[in-house]
């Protein structure tokens, strides 16, 4: 298995420019987490999904997030409009028992 | 709810000393208690879990093992490499499956020095 893939890897954008990162779970697989990394406040959950559906998104910041997960292997975070404050590294896990993290995107809005 | 804590770093060291890296946590009832890893611009792996009291996880020379009257679940290497520097997280999962949100701790840079 190729483990949890993540798209794009590196993302530099612009201030109020939309962003999209994408993620493909484990197979098999019925949990999926995003996460946040920053130096300032660690690993932060955003969202997590069971089943396709989303369970809890209290970790989401604010409306310009969104995420769906409109089948069992692909799933998108969106930010529109991106602001500076939201460049961080963003994993996407998936788990079926313990969690498996995909690589990250590493986002940069300027 | 539920929580994880974990000693504060950086935790430096050379080559070949002693590691414990302290986490302790508070659950209802017993949950699975897990220790990844994260390398350096990578995402967090898996490096060994325990899934009731009294287990131990082991893997590349790491263990841990579940304490229950401690709520501990401390992370340990008799001899670190430099290889081994990294950020260590500690996290639980509520007892119960299905549906779950797991807790992580904050996590602990290792450093080691040759």
């Known amino acids: 298995d190729a483990g949890v893939i993540q798209s794009p890897r590196h993302e530099v954008t612009e201030m109020g420019q939309e962003v999209t990162l994408r993620c493909k779970p484990i197979s098999g697989h019925n949990s999926l987490f995003w996460y946040r990394q920053t130096m300032m406040r660690g690993l932060e959950l955003l969202i997590y999904f069971n089943n396709n559906v989303p369970i809890d998104d209290s970790g989401m910041p604010e409306d310009r997030f969104s995420a769906k997960m409109p089948n069992a292997s692909f799933s998108t975070l969106k930010i529109q409009p991106s602001e500076p404050r939201d460049s961080a590294v963003y994993f996407c896990?998936?788990?079926?028992?313990?969690?498996?993290f995909g690589p990250g995107t590493r986002l940069t809005v300027l | 709810g539920d929580s994880v804590t974990q000693m504060e770093g950086p935790v430096t060291l050379s080559e070949e000393a002693f590691l414990t890296i302290n986490c302790t946590y508070t659950?209802?009832?017993?949950?699975?208690l897990f220790w990844y890893v994260q390398y350096p611009g990578e995402g967090l792996q898996l490096l060994l879990k325990a899934t009731k009291a009294d287990d131990k996880g082991s893997n590349k020379g790491f263990e841990a093992t579940y304490r229950k009257e401690t709520t501990s679940f401390h992370l340990e290497k008799g001899s670190v490499q430099v290889s081994d520097s990294a950020v260590y997280f500690c996290?639980?999962?509520?007892?119960?499956?299905?549906?779950?949100?797991?807790?992580f701790g904050r996590g602990t840079s290792l450093i080691v020095h040759p």
């Open positions: 659950a209802t009832g017993y949950p699975s």
């Open positions: 896990a998936s788990s079926k028992d313990e969690q498996f």
């Open positions: 996290a639980l999962r509520p007892l119960g499956g299905g549906s779950y949100i797991p807790t």
